[in-house]
C-alpha cells in the first residue's frame, strides 16, 4: 500500500456531516421543535469536534518536526477554521429563522428588550429570588488572572462604564447547572402562546443589579463567550486496579488543559476580547470564533416546549419476545435479530434480568462501554450477584466524555460483588458482547448477544443499531473467548466465526475486498455494500479505489466522516456514497459481500477506522441465517433509495439531495423500515 493515495481531510469531511445535521434545522418540513433540537445537535457536534479532532491537529501542528509538516497542520487548521466561519454564518441565520417560525406556531423566545412591563416583573422578581444568589463575577483585569473557566459553561464578558468615565471588565458564569436556560415567563394579555426567556437575557435584565452594592455604574453591557479545551486524557501505559484512580486524575487534568477554541459575540467591544484572550493564553494554532449573542445552543436539544404537533410521531417499538415466553426457550427456538429503535430495546435488559434470577444460570460477562442514567442493564447484574451468579463486567473506563459515569458504575457493579475488568493494556474494549452459561441437561450451553451499540436504554430510544442473540454452541464459544482474552491478554486466542480486533478484523476485511476484486476480474459479479458511521482507514480505502478500478460495484452509506475521495474519474468510477441524517441516529456497522453468490452479511461494532481495526477490541459477527441476511440486506436498500433524508456525498462532499425524479415514488427509509419489519417475524 502506498502513503500517497488519495484521501479527503476526515476533519473537512466531518465539517461536512454537521453541515448535513444543519440542514435538517434549514429544512421547513422537519417539524419546528425537532428544528430546533437539531440548532442543539450541531452545537454540541461542534464543541466535540474542537475538543477532539481540532485539538488533534493543533498538536500535530505544534509537535510536528520540519516546516512542510508544520506547514500541512497549519493548512488543515486553516481550512477547518475557514468552513466552521461558514457554517457558523449558516447558523446564525437558520437560528433567526427557526425564532420566526417558532412564532408562527405561538412559541416564542424573547430576548431582554421585548418584556412587557408585566413580564419585567417577573422576570425582575425571578432574577432577584432565583437567579442573584448563584451569581460569582470576578474582575478581569492586568492585576490578576482569569480564574480556571469551565469548557461547560456560558460567560458573560462585562463592559462597565462607571460614573467617573474610567472602564471595568469583568467576567461571570451563566449557572446553567444549576438554573433551567430557558425560563418560561407569562405570556401576552389575552394571548394563548408559550413564551421563554433565556437565562442569559434574565441576567442581561437585571445586570446592573449585580453590581450596584460593589461599584457606581452608568452603564454595563454583557456579552457571552466560551471556550473548549484539549479532551485528550494522559494515562499511564498499564491497566490496572488503579486506572480507577489515574482516570479520576486525569478528568481533572481535563479541566485544566488548554483552550483550543474561542467562540465570543462578535459585538464584544475589541478592548474586552484582546483581554479574555490574553488571560487565557492562546496561542497561534488555537481558533477563535465570533457569532451570535447565544452560546451553548446545545442546551436547545433540550428544549422545554415539547408539544406532540411540533415534533416527529413517536412509533410504540415492535414487539420483540412474547410476554408470557420465557426468553432462553425463545432464543434456543432459532436466532433473533432485533434492530432498534424499531424493536423494543427491553429485550436486553429482559435477558438479563431473567438470567439473574434463573436457577439454570450460571455466569454471566457483559462489556460495558456507555449505559444509561438510570441503568436497568446495571440492576439486573447487582441482581444476579445476589442470586449467587458469577458475574464480570468490563467497564471501559476510557469512552471519551462518560469517563465519570463509568468510574461511578465500576465502583457501584464492584462493592455489589459483580468482578470488574477495567479493559486491556493499550486498547479500548468497545464490543457489545454478553455472554451467558446455562446447565442444560448436564452440560453448559451458552446464549450470547453481539450488538453494535451499546447496552443503553436511552439512547436505544433514537439510535439505530443491530442486536443478535443467539444459542449457536460456535458462536458462544467464540464470544466466549473474547472475554478469556480480555481477562487473560497473555494467552492465545483463536476464533472460528467471528473476527475480532486489534487481529483478524483488518486481514479479514481486506481479504473480503480482494475476493471480491478476484471475481470481478474473472468476469464474475462482485459486489460490496457497507454502512459505517466513518470511513477513514487508508488501507481499507486503498483496497475499495482497486476493487472500484477492477469493476467491483461499491456502495458505501456513511453517516459520519468519509475520506474516500468520492466521484474521482480513475479512482472511484464504481464507488457510490451517501448519507443519511434524519429523526434517528444512523449508527449501525454492516459489511456486505456478494461472494460469489453466497452473500456474507457481517454485523460489527467496529467502524473502518485505524483506531477501530488496531488499537480496540472489537468484534464483527455474521448472519448465520438467510431470513437476517436479506433482513439486513433489504434494509439497506431501502436506505439506498431514500430520496427524503439521502445526501450524495460528491468529490467536494457538498451534501447534494438525491433529486425526487418523476415517476418515482418517495421513499423515506426511516419510515419505509418500520413497516418493513412488520412483516418480519422476530
Same mark, same amino acid.
Given at each position: 500500500?502506498?502513503?500517497?493515495?488519495?484521501?479527503?481531510?476526515?476533519?473537512?469531511?466531518?465539517?461536512?456531516?454537521?453541515?448535513?445535521?444543519?440542514?435538517?434545522?434549514?429544512?421547513?418540513?422537519?417539524?419546528?421543535?425537532?428544528?430546533?433540537?437539531?440548532?442543539?445537535?450541531?452545537?454540541?457536534?461542534?464543541?466535540?469536534?474542537?475538543?477532539?479532532?481540532?485539538?488533534?491537529?493543533?498538536?500535530?501542528?505544534?509537535? &510536528?518536526?520540519?516546516?512542510?509538516?508544520?506547514?500541512?497542520?497549519?493548512? /488543515?487548521?486553516?481550512?477547518?477554521?475557514?468552513?466552521?466561519?461558514?457554517?457558523?454564518?449558516? !447558523?446564525?441565520? +437558520?437560528?433567526?429563522?427557526?425564532?420566526?417560525?417558532?412564532?408562527?406556531?405561538?412559541?416564542?423566545?424573547?430576548?431582554?428588550?421585548?418584556?412587557?412591563?408585566?413580564?419585567?416583573?417577573?422576570?425582575?422578581?425571578?432574577?432577584?429570588?432565583?437567579?442573584?444568589?448563584? /451569581?460569582?463575577?470576578?474582575?478581569? @483585569?492586568?492585576?490578576?488572572?482569569?480564574?480556571?473557566?469551565?469548557? &461547560?459553561?456560558?460567560? !458573560?464578558?462585562?463592559?462597565?462604564?462607571?460614573?467617573?468615565?474610567?472602564?471595568?471588565?469583568?467576567?461571570?458564569?451563566?449557572?446553567?447547572?444549576?438554573?433551567?436556560?430557558?425560563?418560561?415567563?407569562?405570556?401576552?394579555?389575552?394571548?394563548?402562546?408559550?413564551?421563554?426567556?433565556?437565562?442569559?437575557?434574565?441576567?442581561?435584565?437585571?445586570?446592573?443589579?449585580?453590581?450596584?452594592?460593589?461599584?457606581?455604574?452608568?452603564?454595563?453591557?454583557?456579552?457571552?463567550?466560551?471556550?473548549?479545551?484539549? &479532551?485528550?486524557?494522559?494515562?499511564?501505559?498499564?491497566?490496572?486496579?488503579?486506572?480507577?484512580?489515574?482516570?479520576?486524575?486525569?478528568?481533572?487534568?481535563?479541566?485544566?488543559?488548554?483552550?483550543?477554541?474561542?467562540?465570543?459575540?462578535?459585538?464584544?467591544?475589541?478592548?474586552?476580547?484582546? /483581554?479574555?484572550?490574553?488571560?487565557?493564553?492562546?496561542?497561534?494554532? @488555537?481558533?477563535?470564533?465570533?457569532? %451570535?449573542?447565544?452560546?451553548?445552543?446545545?442546551?436547545?436539544?433540550?428544549?422545554?416546549?415539547?408539544?406532540?404537533?411540533?415534533?416527529?410521531?413517536?412509533?410504540?417499538?415492535?414487539?420483540?419476545?412474547?410476554?408470557?415466553?420465557?426468553?432462553?426457550?425463545?432464543?434456543?427456538?432459532?436466532? *433473533?435479530?432485533?434492530?432498534?429503535?424499531?424493536?423494543?430495546? *427491553? #429485550?436486553?435488559?429482559?435477558?438479563?434480568?431473567?438470567?439473574?434470577?434463573?436457577?439454570?444460570?450460571?455466569?454471566?460477562?457483559?462489556? =460495558?462501554?456507555?449505559?444509561?442514567?438510570?441503568?436497568?442493564?446495571?440492576?439486573?447484574?447487582?441482581?444476579?450477584?445476589?442470586?449467587?451468579?458469577?458475574?464480570?463486567? #468490563?467497564?471501559?473506563?476510557?469512552?471519551?466524555?462518560?469517563?465519570?459515569?463509568?468510574?461511578?458504575?465500576?465502583?457501584?457493579?464492584?462493592?455489589?460483588?459483580?468482578? #470488574?475488568?477495567?479493559?486491556?493494556?493499550?486498547?479500548?474494549?468497545?464490543?457489545?458482547?454478553?455472554?451467558?452459561?446455562?446447565?442444560?441437561?448436564?452440560?453448559?450451553?451458552?446464549?450470547?448477544?453481539?450488538?453494535?451499540?451499546?447496552?443503553?436504554?436511552?439512547?436505544?430510544?433514537?439510535?439505530?443499531?443491530?442486536?443478535?442473540?443467539?444459542?449457536?454452541? +460456535?458462536?458462544?464459544?467464540?464470544?466466549?473467548?473474547?472475554?478469556?482474552?480480555?481477562?487473560?491478554?497473555?494467552?492465545?486466542?483463536?476464533?472460528?466465526?467471528?473476527?475480532?480486533?486489534?487481529?483478524?478484523?483488518?486481514?479479514?476485511?481486506?481479504?473480503?475486498?480482494?475476493?471480491?476484486?478476484?471475481?470481478?476480474?474473472? %468476469?464474475?459479479?462482485?459486489?460490496?455494500?457497507?454502512?459505517?458511521?466513518?470511513?477513514?482507514?487508508?488501507?481499507?480505502?486503498?483496497?475499495?479505489?482497486? +476493487?472500484?478500478? +477492477?469493476?467491483?460495484?461499491?456502495?458505501?452509506?456513511?453517516?459520519?466522516?468519509?475520506?474516500?475521495?468520492?466521484?474521482?474519474?480513475?479512482?472511484?468510477?464504481?464507488?457510490?456514497?451517501?448519507? =443519511?441524517?434524519?429523526?434517528? /441516529?444512523?449508527?449501525?456497522?454492516?459489511?456486505?459481500?456478494?461472494?460469489?453468490?453466497?452473500?456474507?452479511?457481517?454485523?460489527?461494532?467496529?467502524?473502518?477506522?485505524?483506531?477501530?481495526?488496531?488499537?480496540?477490541?472489537?468484534?464483527?459477527?455474521? =448472519?448465520?441465517?438467510?431470513?437476517?441476511?436479506?433482513? #439486513?440486506?433489504?434494509? =439497506?436498500?431501502?436506505?439506498?433509495?431514500?430520496?427524503?433524508?439521502?445526501?450524495?456525498?460528491?468529490?467536494?462532499?457538498?451534501?447534494?439531495?438525491?433529486?425526487?425524479? *418523476?415517476?418515482?415514488?418517495?421513499?423515506?427509509?426511516?419510515? &419505509?423500515?418500520?413497516?418493513?419489519?412488520?412483516?418480519?417475524?422476530?
Amino acid at each position: 500500500m502506498t502513503n500517497e493515495i488519495p484521501l479527503y481531510p476526515k476533519e473537512l469531511s466531518w465539517l461536512s456531516f454537521n453541515a448535513r445535521v444543519l440542514q435538517e434545522v434549514e429544512d421547513e418540513s422537519v417539524p419546528i421543535i425537532e428544528r430546533v433540537r437539531f440548532l442543539g445537535i450541531f452545537s454540541n457536534n461542534l464543541d466535540e469536534f474542537y475538543r477532539v479532532r481540532v485539538a488533534d491537529v493543533r498538536r500535530l501542528a505544534t509537535f &510536528a518536526k520540519g516546516s512542510r509538516k508544520k506547514g500541512d497542520f497549519s493548512e /488543515l487548521l486553516s481550512s477547518i477554521n475557514e468552513k466552521v466561519l461558514r457554517l457558523q454564518a449558516r !447558523f446564525n441565520n +437558520a437560528y433567526l429563522k427557526v425564532l420566526k417560525d417558532l412564532g408562527r406556531h405561538h412559541i416564542h423566545l424573547i430576548n431582554e428588550r421585548q418584556l412587557t412591563d408585566k413580564q419585567q416583573a417577573y422576570v425582575e422578581s425571578y432574577f432577584h429570588q432565583e437567579v442573584l444568589p448563584e /451569581l460569582e463575577p470576578f474582575f478581569i @483585569d492586568d492585576r490578576e488572572n482569569m480564574p480556571l473557566l469551565n469548557e &461547560a459553561s456560558i460567560y !458573560f464578558g462585562i463592559y462597565l462604564e462607571l460614573d467617573d468615565g474610567s472602564l471595568r471588565f469583568a467576567g461571570l458564569e451563566i449557572p446553567t447547572d444549576i438554573l433551567p436556560r430557558f425560563v418560561a415567563i407569562p405570556s401576552r394579555e389575552g394571548k394563548h402562546e408559550r413564551v421563554y426567556i433565556v437565562l442569559d437575557n434574565v441576567i442581561r435584565a437585571c445586570l446592573i443589579d449585580v453590581f450596584r452594592h460593589v461599584l457606581p455604574i452608568e452603564k454595563a453591557m454583557a456579552f457571552t463567550f466560551k471556550i473548549s479545551r484539549d &479532551a485528550e486524557l494522559e494515562l499511564g501505559e498499564y491497566v490496572t486496579r488503579n486506572i480507577v484512580d489515574r482516570v479520576a486524575k486525569s478528568l481533572k487534568k481535563r479541566k485544566q488543559a488548554e483552550p483550543v477554541r474561542l467562540v465570543y459575540d462578535s459585538t464584544m467591544p475589541e478592548i474586552l476580547l484582546d /483581554l479574555i484572550k490574553k488571560k487565557l493564553k492562546m496561542g497561534r494554532y @488555537d481558533s477563535y470564533t465570533p457569532g %451570535g449573542r447565544y452560546h451553548n445552543s446545545k442546551d436547545f436539544m433540550s428544549f422545554p416546549a415539547d408539544l406532540k404537533t411540533h415534533t416527529y410521531r413517536a412509533r410504540e417499538p415492535l414487539p420483540t419476545l412474547p410476554d408470557s415466553a420465557n426468553i432462553f426457550d425463545w432464543v434456543s427456538e432459532r436466532d *433473533r435479530l432485533c434492530y432498534y429503535p424499531y424493536h423494543d430495546f *427491553r #429485550v436486553i435488559t429482559k435477558l438479563l434480568a431473567s438470567a439473574a434470577i434463573d436457577p439454570k444460570v450460571k455466569q454471566i460477562r457483559i462489556n =460495558l462501554y456507555r449505559v444509561a442514567k438510570n441503568s436497568r442493564v446495571v440492576a439486573a447484574l447487582v441482581n444476579a450477584v445476589r442470586n449467587q451468579k458469577q458475574v464480570t463486567a #468490563v467497564v471501559e473506563l476510557q469512552a471519551r466524555f462518560d469517563e465519570q459515569a463509568n468510574i461511578h458504575w465500576s465502583n457501584e457493579l464492584s462493592d455489589a460483588g459483580v468482578e #470488574v475488568i477495567y479493559g486491556v493494556p493499550g486498547l479500548k474494549v468497545h464490543c457489545k458482547l454478553i455472554s451467558i452459561v446455562r446447565e442444560e441437561n448436564g452440560q453448559n450451553c451458552y446464549y450470547t448477544h453481539f450488538g453494535t451499540g451499546n447496552f443503553n436504554e436511552s439512547t436505544a430510544r433514537f439510535y439505530c443499531d443491530f442486536s443478535l442473540m443467539t444459542a449457536n454452541r +460456535a458462536l458462544g464459544e467464540d464470544a466466549s473467548r473474547v472475554f478469556d482474552f480480555i481477562q487473560q491478554t497473555h494467552l492465545q486466542q483463536s476464533y472460528n466465526h467471528i473476527w475480532v480486533s486489534p487481529y483478524s478484523n483488518r486481514p479479514n476485511m481486506l481479504a473480503a475486498i480482494d475476493r471480491e476484486i478476484a471475481a470481478a476480474q474473472a %468476469g464474475e459479479t462482485a459486489e460490496i455494500f457497507f454502512k459505517c458511521n466513518n470511513l477513514v482507514d487508508s488501507e481499507v480505502i486503498e483496497h475499495l479505489y482497486r +476493487a472500484s478500478s +477492477a469493476g467491483v460495484k461499491v456502495r458505501v452509506i456513511v453517516r459520519s466522516m468519509c475520506a474516500l475521495q468520492c466521484q474521482e474519474k480513475g479512482l472511484s468510477d464504481n464507488i457510490q456514497v451517501i448519507s =443519511l441524517v434524519d429523526k434517528y /441516529l444512523e449508527h449501525a456497522r454492516v459489511y456486505a459481500f456478494h461472494n460469489g453468490g453466497e452473500r456474507q452479511v457481517w454485523l460489527s461494532s467496529a467502524d473502518l477506522m485505524t483506531r477501530n481495526l488496531d488499537h480496540r477490541v472489537e468484534v464483527t459477527f455474521p =448472519l448465520l441465517e438467510t431470513r437476517h441476511r436479506d433482513m #439486513v440486506m433489504n434494509i =439497506l436498500e431501502l436506505q439506498w433509495q431514500d430520496n427524503q433524508k439521502a445526501r450524495i456525498l460528491d468529490g467536494n462532499q457538498s451534501n447534494t439531495r438525491i433529486a425526487n425524479r *418523476r415517476n418515482k415514488k418517495d421513499v423515506r427509509s426511516q419510515d &419505509a423500515i418500520y413497516r418493513l419489519l412488520k412483516k418480519y417475524e422476530m
